[in-house]
């Protein structure tokens, strides 16, 4: 394990993230929606083609590719939207976790429930279906009714959370708040169940009272904390801290900077661990954690173990290295190193682009042949790799650091 760092504090996140008053928007809440607004005006492709030409893009012409198959599998994730609104091709199972993660990827390339587009109009219906009173227990828990369990409930409070204020009316937005404080008090509470083992102290598990905690379903959680606080949700700053020591528990050094993160404390680190490092490299950046010893590590690791097509779980695990190395490139630009930023940043994005535009089908879905992801639905591999490729657009609020 790394030593602490003087410049560590976990006092930051409450720093950077200061409670506003409820319904009020937080300095990054605005900023997202500034932008929202600005799309109105100027039309959603000409102000992302801007965007993303503006700094650290792949290439003009892999940019130019990157937009279209974002589009396309927009139109997938369009046309595969049942009666009722949800989105899902496993349907009911997931349906509201898959739903979210939908809505997710279409707010991520900048549309909103209120466009009167195709797209808008399945995000209404979509946001509809999952504000249901009957997808959400009395305890606030959005992983049974679709049997998600607490993956699908840290979806789903995180796109909770990134839709707060973009409803189409004052009834959906209270909703959408109403529904997310239930969703957050249920994570806190989750993460204060008694743990069979002290390692897993501060992360989550699949059920909301499990006894042991993984990477996994701890970095959803984590992310809808985060998201929540940006959004005006006061997050006790215990509850970070907590996580905060789960994710150090989870790190493995490997000695000369370089290290990465396991699935479970105690376990050792190897190469097919390129989607749990970048887990535990966003998780950090997520709780405010940039100073961190273990960030710089993971990122020589991950570049000397770049992911590849093969890796198990590969489209889940390009989602975090995606968010986890604009995080790190953006740190460095704001330390001043404005150039090794921008190509740290071009560099990765190039490498995702690379990786998942060949992969994608003629209808604009993603398939993975890997049998690890297989079974879980072109909704979710096609909403995962608009996730990934979406960075670049820094709409989503979680995107911005």
Not at 30 to 47: D, E, K, N, P, Q
Not at 364 to 376: H, K, L, T, V
């Amino acid at each position: 394990m790394h030593p602490r760092c003087p410049q560590h504090d976990r006092s930051r996140w409450q720093r950077s993230n200061p409670p506003v008053a409820a319904g009020a928007a937080g300095p990054v809440r605005r900023f997202g929606i500034l932008l929202m607004m600005a799309m109105v005006t100027c039309g959603v492709a000409t102000l992302v083609a801007t965007m993303t030409h503006a700094r650290g893009g792949a290439g003009d012409d892999l940019d130019a590719e990157v937009d279209q198959a974002v589009a396309r599998a927009i139109d997938f994730l369009v046309e595969q939207q049942r009666d009722n609104g949800a989105i899902c091709d496993t349907y009911p199972r997931n349906a509201t976790a898959m739903t979210s993660l939908s809505l997710l990827a279409m707010a991520a390339v900048g549309h909103q429930p209120t466009d009167v587009t195709a797209e808008g109009q399945a995000m209404r219906r979509a946001l509809d279906y999952v504000l249901q009173e009957e997808m959400q227990d009395e305890e606030g828990y959005y992983g049974s009714a679709d049997g998600s369990r607490m993956y699908g409930h840290g979806i789903t409070a995180l796109m909770l959370a990134e839709m707060l204020g973009m409803g189409v009316d004052a009834e959906q937005d209270r909703l959408i708040r109403q529904r997310l404080n239930g969703a957050i008090d249920l994570i806190l509470t989750s993460q204060q169940s008694r743990k069979s083992n002290e390692r897993f102290e501060g992360g989550w598990r699949y059920l909301p009272n499990a006894r042991d905690a993984d990477l996994s379903v701890t970095v959803w959680q984590v992310m809808a904390l985060r998201s929540a606080q940006n959004a005006g949700i006061e997050v006790p700053g215990e509850a970070i801290d907590r996580a905060v020591g789960y994710l150090e528990r989870s790190f493995v050094d490997r000695g000369g900077n370089e290290g990465g993160f396991t699935y479970q404390p105690n376990q050792g680190l190897q190469r097919r661990h390129v989607t749990t490092t970048s887990m535990g490299l966003l998780s950090l950046q997520v709780c405010a954690q940039y100073d961190a010893p273990e960030i710089p590590a993971a990122v020589a690791w991950l570049e000397a173990n770049p992911p590849e097509w093969g890796n198990r779980w590969i489209l889940y695990g390009i989602y975090y290295y995606a968010q986890g190395m604009y995080q790190y490139a953006e740190g460095l630009r704001l330390e001043g190193d404005i150039e090794a930023g921008d190509r740290h940043e071009a560099e990765s994005m190039k490498r995702v682009a690379e990786l998942l535009l060949p992969h994608q089908e003629d209808d604009g879905a993603w398939e993975s042949r890997d049998g690890s992801e297989r079974n879980a639905g072109e909704v979710y591999m096609t909403s995962m790799a608009v996730l990934s490729l979406s960075v670049k657009y820094h709409l989503l609020p979680i995107y911005q650091r």
